[in-house]
């Protein structure tokens, strides 16, 4: 079947570094995507990786190796606002996303 | 420019009722989608269209029903609503151009209680 495994809750301090872990398995893959979510708010996208290796964005970067099924998002000087769901997503051979249940980042002062 | 809006914001629905959460977009997307969001469980596609005047089914599509008339408005109708059906319904839209790769963008979405 068809799987996403992320860890359910993360606590971090403000100003450090949080790396959220992501494992897919799908059937075929069509890339691997990464969304915020705020309490009672819509997700909104983060970022998008097909190939391996890493992309960076801002204080945000993502990582995929497709050959182990792992993704990772990386947050950098981490600010209040940051305190949040994130949601990973991996696009199957339909086009159709498969959704992690999400991890919800707290972050402390 | 709203993006994807979505009526209304919450409802509270007695049993076996009728209920139609409308979507809305204005970007002129091709694709667009219905998830609902429950406590503990990733997003799950009811339905979904490709273009307008076609649809399909999810990985949850029983109990619910769509249609696209044009390329603007997705309803998604609960027939006849049951408890188990209390959750979060997000509606979404991507541009539908990159061969199904595309950034989906979600509506504010629609809190619904069925008692």
């Known amino acids: 079947g068809q799987n996403i495994d992320q860890p359910t809750e993360m606590t971090a301090t403000e100003g450090a570094i949080v790396q959220i872990n992501c494992t897919y398995q799908?059937?075929?893959?069509?890339?691997l995507f990464w969304y915020q979510q705020h309490a009672g708010e819509a997700p909104t996208f983060l970022s998008y990786?097909?190939l391996d290796g890493l992309e960076e964005k801002g204080r945000f970067s993502s990582f995929l190796s497709r050959s182990k099924g792992y993704s990772y998002l990386l947050l950098k000087e981490l600010q209040m606002k940051d305190s949040a769901s994130y949601l990973c997503?991996?696009?199957?051979?339909?086009?159709?996303?498969?959704w992690g249940a999400g991890t919800k980042l707290i972050i402390k002062p | 420019i709203a993006g994807i809006t979505q009526a209304p914001t919450s409802q509270i629905l007695a049993a076996g009722r009728r209920m139609t959460l409308r979507c809305t977009q204005d970007?002129?997307?091709?694709?667009m989608y219905w998830y609902r969001q429950d406590l503990g469980l990733g997003l799950r596609l009811i339905h979904y269209?490709?273009?307008?005047?076609?649809?399909g089914k999810g990985e949850v599509p029983d109990g619910y029903s769509v249609s696209r008339a044009n390329t603007d408005d997705f309803p998604l109708t609960l027939a006849s609503a049951v408890p188990s059906q209390t959750s979060v319904y997000f509606c979404?839209?991507?541009?539908?151009?990159?061969?199904?790769?595309?950034?989906?963008?979600f509506g504010p979405g629609t809190r619904l209680t069925v008692l």
């Open positions: 979404a839209s991507s541009a539908g151009t990159s061969g199904g790769t595309d950034t989906q963008y």
């Open positions: 970007m002129r997307h091709n694709a």
């Open positions: 269209s490709n273009t307008a005047g076609t649809t």
């Open positions: 799908t059937s075929g893959f069509n890339g």
């Open positions: 990786n097909v």
């Open positions: 997503a991996a696009m199957d051979s339909n086009y159709q996303l498969i």
